[in-house]
């Protein structure tokens, strides 16, 4: 059973170029959250998404970046016009219910995508 | 808005060497509690804790939260070289899939 797939691992763009990173959650899974990580930072909250839906995208700068989960093929994140400080690392996580909860169920991350920014 | 914050930012010890880690939160509508290990990118999770003074344990490691003093620690005993990584510690809040996380401690164990 496949983790969380995410590709590319590093994507190096230009400024003002275009980014889209994809995210392919664990095999049963509907529920997908990306998170961000700037250097010397802790995860920040980006959005999350079921099929098709966002369902809280409060944590996404209001411009130049958008998600979306389609019915068939991964989560993809896209970041448009690049700029230096888009530079860090983009996880991706996924559950089959929504968040941690009091069970086993747990929240798995993918391995992050590292974008660097010329 | 919630808040995570970890300390010590970054440890050096020797092999064999307990360490605890801290992590003090501010919470709407705690959930739970969780601790990762992030090595290499990928964060893996290690603890879930929803309940005060009610120890979780596994091989090496373990975790108690203390809710009344909003806080949690994460001890390792007897560390090896493979602990080091970065430690991450979140809290779930008012909503039940948006995690807080704290900058992380990053660990160092030298043999």
């Known amino acids: 059973n496949a983790g969380v797939m995410q590709n590319p691992r590093h994507l190096v763009r230009r400024r003002g170029q275009e980014a889209r990173l994809r995210c392919s959650p664990m095999?049963?899974?509907?529920?997908v959250y990306w998170y961000r990580q700037l250097p010397e930072e802790g995860l920040k909250f980006m959005v999350y998404l079921q099929k098709e839906n966002i369902i809280d995208e409060s944590g996404m700068p209001k411009e130049r970046f958008s998600a979306e989960f389609p019915k068939e093929g991964p989560s993809i994140l896209r970041i448009q016009q690049v700029v230096r400080g888009d530079s860090a690392a983009y996880f991706c996580?996924?559950?089959?219910?929504?968040?941690?909860?009091?069970?086993?169920?747990?929240?798995?991350f993918g391995s992050g995508t590292q974008l660097s920014v010329l | 808005e919630d808040k995570v914050v970890q300390s010590p930012l970054s440890l050096v010890v020797h092999e064999g060497d307990t360490v605890t880690l801290n992590c003090s939160y501010e919470v709407t509508n705690f959930r739970s509690l969780l601790w990762y290990k992030q090595e290499k990118k990928a964060p893996t999770f290690l603890f879930m804790l929803t309940s005060s003074g009610i120890e979780k344990k596994s091989g090496r490691l373990s975790s108690i939260l203390d809710k009344k003093e909003l806080f949690s620690i994460l001890n390792i005993t007897a560390t090896q070289t493979g602990d080091s990584a970065v430690y991450l510690c979140a809290v779930e809040g008012g909503s039940n899939y948006k995690l807080t996380f704290g900058k992380g401690t990053l660990l160092t164990v030298n043999p």
């Open positions: 996580a996924s559950s089959a219910i929504p968040g941690p909860v009091q069970t086993n169920e747990k929240l798995f």
């Open positions: 095999k049963g899974h509907s529920h």
